[in-house]
């Protein structure tokens, strides 16, 4: 959560979101920002040639943020001579006394941002430390904050999308040939989903030793998939299997039963019937597996969406078909999916409405890469909430 925070207060600065005529340093010397520096993304401080003055004397270096001031001594920057020449330590929290010194002596100034910034930002700041969604109990009252979270969703579900386009790149192959690499990516996807929450990695990997084995998808489902249950709990590749703390549902055998007749019926489709038939070939394939292999309700909207949907379109893009692409794209707008309850309670608990147990993959990936990851300065619903 601090590296959350950080990033949150290098986008206050990088956007000056404070009262900027009235900024003063720790020691109450006037300060005014000529110019703010530039994002360091590498290694050194935060903000790089910037400009500023501090009671008329003007100052160019460097701009270092931290949430408090002491964690200037705790990263050991006062013993990196790649900050010597910062000019201010930018902080959120009350310094209490710490001053920065860098290696080789120098003491810049340091400015103190909680008086200069709204209340809702400081709040929002502040709540980033106590709960997965930072707004959250703050957006209740706040004229439009459902319209912009209306938005903000729709914006996370065609980045998820894309996510998930990218995801199924890894396992593309493109010595095999484009449709065998693709349908590698498509099955080895299948599995690694299947293996959430705890058996990603050996799903992945189970799926890729299996599409190199021998394994006649001819035979029936079920010895189709004996076949692979021999190879994943029988053989002498060894797969780290997690089943501690895993729900019956989401046990290795219960998962890989479903994984593997879908990579059997995957097998068996001629690859032009991917593109003559696009996203409706999806109810042509699980109306051939058994009833007791198929996916349970929850995981088959899961795979549906984020495994078929995205693998059709990747399909679409490497065989320059528009058709398929637009049907992929089209289907995952109008498609909902059973969202996890920890996910969808936590925004209904933060006070946003119209959010239920299914609903659009979108909420998700907000719940996930934006809240979690702090990346709330890209947020509309924040942005709404501090103009408030």
Known sequence: MRAHREKLIQWIWSRLE????????????RVVIVNRGFLNKREGPDFLNAHILVDGIRWHGDVEIHKEAD?????RHHEDPGFNRVVLHVVLEEPKGVKAITEDGFEPYTVYLK???????????????????????????????????????????????????????????????LYEAWRRGLI?????????PHNREPMAQLASDLIGSDIPAESDSRRFVDSVFSYAFEGERIYSWKRGGVR?????RKRLAAAAALHRELLLVNPSRYIRSGVALW???????????????QMHGVIYMTVWLPGLWLLGD???????KRDADEAWREGKMVIPGRVWRTFRKAGFSGVSGKGSPGLVHQYKRYCKEGRCSECEVFKCSIRS
């Not at 490497?318 to 398929?324: E, I, Y």
């Open 18 to 29: 404070f009262d900027c005529d009235k900024l003063l340093t720790a020691c109450g010397k």
């Open 283 to 297: 109810d042509e394939l699980q109306g051939r597996i058994p009833a007791e292999l198929k996916l349970k309700r």
């Open 115 to 177: 008086p200069f910034l709204t209340k809702p930002l400081y709040l929002l700041l502040k709540r980033s430390r106590q709960t997965p969604i930072p707004c959250s109990g703050l957006v209740e009252g706040v004229p439009g904050y459902q319209g912009s979270f209306r938005r903000q969703i729709e914006r996370a579900s065609e980045e998820y999308f894309s996510y998930k386009v990218n995801e199924m790149l890894q396992w593309y192959l493109p010595e095999c040939g």
């Open 71 to 75: 964690e200037w001594f705790a990263h």
């Open 318 to 324: 490497l065989v320059a078909s528009d058709k398929l």
């Open 248 to 252: 019956p549902a989401g046990r290795p």
């Open 188 to 196: 080895t996807a299948i599995y690694y989903t299947l293996g959430v």
